[in-house]
């Protein structure tokens, strides 16, 4: 009785030796680091590790070690001055083809990192950073379709010349027609071509077809929206140059945004939430724009604009190319010592400014600069969405020559406008508005601060616990501290193995393991107690007292598992990184709890003729 077979004792050990092995990374800290990636589509090389091994060399500045880790160069440093010494001369060095930025980088031994061993991720409140949520216009994404579906349903319909006007009405296509037997072709056409158009059929009238995108290809149109967001985000992320950034999607219509090591808000919400791009026209030089101005109507084939300043101007609705076609964007100094921005065309965009300039020598071409914002604005206690569009004209120059995929923009009020404008042609542009409906600044020492009370929570929690059960159960209750002391390196290592984040919530919800993991063993105790006081035999006590407080302790684990389950499905953020915690620490405590600290007593007392168990 009280035997364990040799096998289950052998995989105990070896699970527990796998927990601690996994769990030892987060003993050896980190180290301050520089971490080079690539701009764009550049990938770092050998020869790039030999160029900074030089520059460092040649400037005495030391450093502890220099090499590539995820296809990125990462140099570490013994102190700060150094870290920040190299950060200025590699960001003087290199050439825009580099995003250098500051970084943590763990200091695993390399045997342990060969085994795939991992320090823990630190989440934004223990590291400091910014701590955006950012909302995605998503009437606006509706909106656009509509626009993309009233243009190929003009297309399509216009070949064989079936409608005699199409109009928009809030969310429908109202297509007219001259006889009923036009409606019906049309009819079998758009279901033919353009299925994701529905016919609304409570608006259909005589001679008249009302059309509306299908539930199916919206939520398509929202979905994609919301990636190509995520994409284009990331993308003005590494611009920033911010090292091991969190940008992830919650639910259908919200992306969170954690910056590390971020402290600059403002500057970091100006690149994040723009939703700019620019558009090339030709300045409509035949029609005279105070006419157009005072008479409120704007000749046939333009559109009136305005610079910065106010001044109005005719401009082509044709647009020769646009933010889509723009390969590349770099801000620069122009002959004048001006603030200018080079631009690359791709080679659709290059072809159609090739072109243009050919035919127009000597005509003006204007550059737009269009930006979206939304707002939300609380009206008498309701909140309502506003939507802003600005179209400047940047600028509007005479073309003295053929150019096609490279050429500059100049015209910018001053070098931040022409950096920040470089950044978001780069990066490219948002494909819908976006509202930062939430954010945080979490301060590096208050981070290290979080760290350092969440640590003293757990110490002293758990050493007021080991005292009480040593006190209350001794030899019991030594062997409780035991499995309570593997459940906690058991937690550590499945949270370094699965590299989740941990969170100030999250070391709250490994406190609160750290209570609940006794209770299974306090639970036990007693009932081994009881069975003495019933039956005088010590073997059969201690086996009838883990059986029969099994299932008491598996009722009360498993309902509070399914609650931290729940607050997983449901919660967000900071609940997620409770739950999280909580969910693997109660999984765990039931193995240290019940089948450790019950092999380790088999060990003790089983087999053995006791005269008197110490609990």
């Known amino acids: 009785m009280n035997h364990y077979a040799a096998w289950k004792n052998t995989l105990i050990v070896f699970f527990l030796f796998i927990s601690t092995l996994y769990a030892l990374p987060n003993l050896y800290g980190s180290d301050l680091a520089i971490q080079i990636t690539g701009a764009g589509d550049y990938i770092v090389d050998d020869n790039d590790l030999e160029t900074i091994n030089n520059e460092l060399l040649e400037n005495n500045i030391a450093f502890k070690s220099l090499g590539f880790q995820d296809k990125n160069i990462l140099i570490r440093f013994s102190d700060s001055q150094s870290q920040l010494s190299s950060k200025a001369l590699l960001k003087e060095k290199l050439s825009r083809n580099y995003v250098t930025a500051l970084n943590l980088a763990p200091s695993v031994p390399q045997w342990l990192e060969g085994l795939g061993g991992k320090a823990m991720s630190l989440g934004l409140d223990l590291r400091g950073g910014v701590h955006f949520l950012l909302e995605v216009d998503m009437d606006a994404v509706i909106s656009m379709s509509m626009d993309r579906y009233y243009n190929e349903l003009r297309t399509t319909l216009r070949k064989d010349k079936l409608y005699k006007k199409i109009r928009k009405e809030d969310n429908l296509l109202i297509v007219s027609f001259k006889s009923e037997e036009l409606k019906n072709q049309a009819k079998k056409i758009i279901k033919k071509d353009l299925p994701d158009l529905a016919i609304a059929e409570d608006t259909e009238q005589e001679l008249e077809l009302g059309l509306e995108i299908s539930s199916t290809a919206k939520t398509t149109a929202k979905s994609s929206a919301l990636k190509q967001n995520i994409t284009t985000l990331r993308n003005r992320v590494n611009e920033l140059g911010v090292a091991e950034p969190i940008i992830q999607q919650q639910g259908t219509e919200r992306i969170v945004v954690q910056l590390p090591g971020v402290q600059d ?24 724009v105070q006419t157009a101005v005072n008479s409120g109507k704007t000749p046939a084939g333009s559109k009136l604009y305005k610079f910065k300043d106010g001044r109005p101007l005719l401009l082509k609705t044709n647009v020769i190319t646009a933010g889509e076609n723009i390969v590349d964007a770099s801000s ?34 204007a550059v737009v600069f269009i930006e979206n914002q939304v707002e939300t604005l609380i009206v008498d206690g309701v909140a309502t969405k506003k939507r802003t569009k600005t179209q400047d004209i940047i600028n509007a120059a005479t073309i003295q ?90 937690i550590v290592s499945i949270l370094s193995m699965i590299q989740a984040t941990l969170t100030l919530p999250g070391i709250a919800g490994i406190v609160l393991t750290v209570g609940m993991a006794v209770d299974a063993n306090v639970l036990i105790f007693e009932r081994v107690k009881e069975e003495l006081r019933a039956t005088k035999n010590i073997q059969k006590a201690i086996s009838a007292g883990y059986e029969k407080a ?22 967000t953020g900071a609940i997620k990184g409770f739950a999280v915690t909580l969910s693997i620490g109660i999984i765990t405590s039931m193995f240290t709890a019940i089948i450790v600290s019950r092999a380790v007593i088999n060990l003790i007392y089983g087999g053995k003729k006791v005269e008197e168990l110490s609990i």
Do not use: C, H
């Not at 065309?345 to 050919?358: C, P, Q, V």
């Not at 990066?427 to 819908?432: H, T």
């Open 265 to 288: 808000t403002a500057r970091a919400k100006e690149i994040l939430g723009a939703v700019a791009t620019v558009e090339f026209r030709l300045v409509d030089e035949k029609n005279d």
């Open 332 to 365: 620069s100094m122009d002959e004048n010592n001006q603030p200018s921005v080079s631009i690359v065309l791709d080679g659709s965009g290059g072809r159609s400014m090739l072109d243009t300039t050919k035919e127009f020598i000597g005509y003006r071409m």
């Open 401 to 490: 020559g053929t150019f096609s995929n490279r050429f500059q923009i100049t015209g910018l009020d001053s070098a931040r406008e022409a950096t920040n404008l470089a950044l978001l042609l780069r990066a490219g542009s948002l494909s819908a508005p976006v509202e930062i409906i939430e954010e945080r600044t979490i301060g590096p020492s208050l981070g290290a601060d979080n760290i350092q009370k969440g640590l003293i929570s757990v110490l002293v929690g758990f050493a007021l616990v080991l005292v009480f059960m040593g006190w209350r159960y001794r030899v019991f209750g030594l062997v409780a501290n035991l499995a309570l002391t593997l459940n906690l390196i058991t």
């Open 550 to 571: 099994l299932l008491t302790i598996a009722d009360a684990n498993i309902t509070t598992l399914i609650a931290s389950l729940v607050l997983f499905s449901f919660g």
